[in-house]
Every structure is written in structure tokens, then in C-alpha cells.
């Protein structure tokens, strides 16, 4: 018979079911068992079964949260066209990795038109503004005007070079060459990094004035990233800005990666009574992938000494952790305890449940055998 199998049997209540027969009147009341012992186990020959000293260890207490992986909204750029009109073209896709000054879209815009138009007039202007000035200048040489009108001409041509100083400005960042004007504005990206949304169709409206989103895309630098964590309410005190995370991902158990804690929520989830805890974490190759989940594990400054037992004193049972200690005369007492990590030489810390010193027996498999035998 297996160990489970034969504590499973130690602890079942003892209770005795009789049929009822009418002809012995009603049934007695049931018995009540006294199950104080209800975790210990007999065994024929306890000096068959080694006992050994927990040792111990002082360590850091540890935490472990899990958490997923989020852009860095400083890092997080908006694509926007200057330029209002209809999309002609999309050069790019939502997920694509994109470079500083790459294409982005075309869009067909009667905004170039009017800033074209605008320009061509304040041309004009200025070249009329400057001839007027020119001429004042010679007539004022004659002494045919006054100095007065020299000094209007001169403010006239002035304001005529403002305003086609700001016109060519305007078609310079609308991206339009004088030489070569278009209806047709090109948009382009601001930097480099992964287009995370996408607000755009071809046909669709874009821009500043029109109807539809003024973004077109986002673009987001993945070179670090945010992980968000759930930290309960509790365990708040483990936790500060600052302290060193080490991130262990569920898609690559081999890779370790280390963050540190930028910001802790001021407000809990009044529901689950977390605080959300950010952690900054470089991302070389992108390796971290938006979505992501992963467990972030968090090291306190002081550390808290704990048992150290051998390994083969653990039985894990039903997602538990166990051991057994003497309870004298030929029993053992299981006894639930949580185990840490894993050192070298076989040994395994114990966080809670067995203090130091305390007895155990040295080797459940012996122990099971033993009971299997019985």
C-alpha cells in the first residue's frame, strides 16, 4: 500500500453503520471518535527509521507575484498626420517593427492646397512690397517724398517677409516641396520601435480636423518595458522603489532577467486588496513580448533564519509539503510544512512549519515502504 494510500486510512474517521432493524427498535445515536491522532503513524520498529536535526540557514524572505508585460507609456510615440485628408496608402502594419524616418502613409490633403495657395500669395506680396520699397528709397534720394513714407515701405515689405517666412514654414512642415508641390502629404516615423495600434484603413479620414482618430498609428520603444504585478496588501511591507526584481518568464524557463520597482500604486483594488507594482526592465532582442505573463520575485533587505531539512525528509502530498517528527513510543506525526528552494548537497530550506533544531525522520521512502510492508 502507497503512503498516501495508508494516511489516507489513518485518517478516516472511525464510525460503524448498522442497518436499521425495525424489529431492534430505533437505531443507536452515533459514537464519537477522539481524533487528536488523526495525523500520526505506528510503526513496528521506529529505530528502523533514522531521525536527523533540521539545520539552519539565515536567507532573505522572498515573494513571488505574477505579472505581465507592458509598453512604457513614456516610451510610446503617437504617428500623427499634419495634414487632414483621405488615407491612400498604408506602407506599414499594426506589429511591424519600423525605423526613425521610415514611410508610413500617404494621405490626399486639400490642406496643401491651401497652404500652397497661401504661400504663392504671400510671394506676391513680398515681391510688390519689396519693389514699393525700392522705389520709395529713390524717390526719398530726389527729395520727392518724405522720410515718413520710406519708413511705411520698409514695414510694409517687413510684414510681406513675415508672412511668407510663416508660409514656407508651413509647407515645410507639412512636408511639401515648393519646387515639386503635391495634394499628396507624406507621413513618416517619428522613431524607431513596434507599431502597437493601428487606427487607420485605406479610404479612411485622418488628421487634426477631420472626422476620425488623429492618431494613425502608436509606436512603441521595447527596449524596456513595464511589468505589472499584483501585490497584495499584506505583503506591501516586502516591497519598495527601488529594490531588484528578478523576472522569470513561463515562455522561457532558462532566461533571467532583472528590473527594479519604479512605482507602487497609492490606491488598492478595494475587490482583491492589491497594490499594482511596477517594475522597469530592460528587454535586449525583445525577448519580452507585450501580454506576456511571467513571476517577478522580490528579496527583502533582512533576513529571517529558517530550517534546513534534507530533501528525502519531504513528502509532497496533494500539492503539499510534508514531514514527520517523533511523537514518541513507535508513532510519527505528519506534520505540514512549506518548503523554500532547493541547495546544494540535497538539502532543502523549510519557510515555515519546522524550526530549527527540531527532529524529523531523515528518509519518508523508507518510511512508506515500511507501512507498505504492514
Known amino acids: 500500500m502507497p503512503i498516501t494510500a495508508a494516511l489516507a486510512m489513518c485518517l478516516l474517521p472511525v464510525s460503524c453503520e448498522k442497518k436499521f432493524d425495525p424489529a431492534e427498535g430505533a437505531p443507536q445515536s452515533p459514537q464519537v471518535v477522539d481524533r487528536s491522532n488523526a495525523g500520526r503513524v505506528s510503526v513496528d520498529n521506529p529505530g528502523n527509521f ?99 513714407q520710406v519708413e511705411q515701405a520698409q514695414a510694409a515689405e517687413d510684414d510681406a517677409k513675415a508672412d511668407l517666412t510663416a508660409a514656407d514654414q508651413q509647407l515645410s512642415t507639412l512636408g511639401v516641396n515648393k519646387a515639386h508641390p503635391s495634394s499628396f502629404v507624406n507621413v513618416y516615423a517619428p522613431e524607431s520601435g513596434v507599431i502597437v495600434t493601428q487606427n487607420v484603413t485605406n479610404a479612411a479620414a485622418t488628421g487634426v480636423t477631420y472626422a476620425g482618430s488623429s492618431t494613425a498609428f502608436t509606436i512603441a520603444d521595447l527596449s524596456e518595458v513595464w511589468i505589472l504585478c499584483n501585490v497584495y496588501e499584506n505583503d506591501l511591507p516586502k516591497v519598495r522603489v527601488g529594490q531588484e526584481a528578478q523576472i522569470h518568464l513561463n515562455a522561457y524557463p532558462d532566461k533571467l532577467l532583472k528590473g527594479r520597482i519604479s512605482d507602487i500604486g497609492p490606491v488598492l483594488d478595494p475587490n482583491l486588496r492589491t497594490a ?40 509532497h502530498l496533494h500539492d503539499r509539503d510534508w514531514v514527520f517528527v517523533p511523537a514518541g513510543g513507535k508513532q510519527f506525526e505528519r506534520v505540514e510544512v512549506q518548503a523554500g528552494d532547493t541547495m546544494p548537497g540535497g538539502k532543502q530550506v523549510i519557510l515555515s512549519g519546522l524550526s530549527p533544531g527540531q527532529q524529523v525522520v531523515g528518509n519518508v521512502l523508507a518510511l512508506e515502504e515500511t507501512l507498505e510492508a504492514q
Do not use: C, W
Request: hydrophobic share 50%; charged share 20%.
Open 276 to 315: 499594482v507594482v511596477r517594475i522597469q526592465v530592460p528587454n535586449p532582442g525583445n525577448l519580452l513580448r507585450l501580454g506576456m505573463f511571467v513571476t517577478a520575485t522580490f528579496f527583502s533587505k533582512e533576513k529571517a533564519v529558517h530550517a534546513v531539512v534534507p530533501v528525502t525528509a519531504i513528502l
Open 50 to 148: 533514522p531521525v536527523v536535526a533540521a539545520d539552519s540557514i539565515a536567507a532573505p524572505e522572498k515573494l513571488d507575484v505574477t505579472g505581465t508585460v507592458n509598453p512604457d507609456i513614456s516610451r510610446e510615440i503617437p504617428v500623427i498626420s499634419l495634414a487632414s485628408g483621405r488615407v491612400v496608402a498604408i506602407k506599414a502594419r499594426l506589429n511591424d517593427n519600423v525605423k526613425k524616418g521610415q514611410l508610413l502613409l500617404q494621405v490626399q490633403s486639400p490642406d496643401i492646397t491651401n497652404a500652397f495657395d497661401t504661400y504663392l500669395k504671400a510671394a506676391n506680396d513680398e515681391h510688390l512690397a519689396s519693389l514699393a520699397l525700392t522705389r520709395a528709397k529713390d524717390l526719398f534720394a530726389h527729395g520727392a517724398i518724405p522720410q515718413a
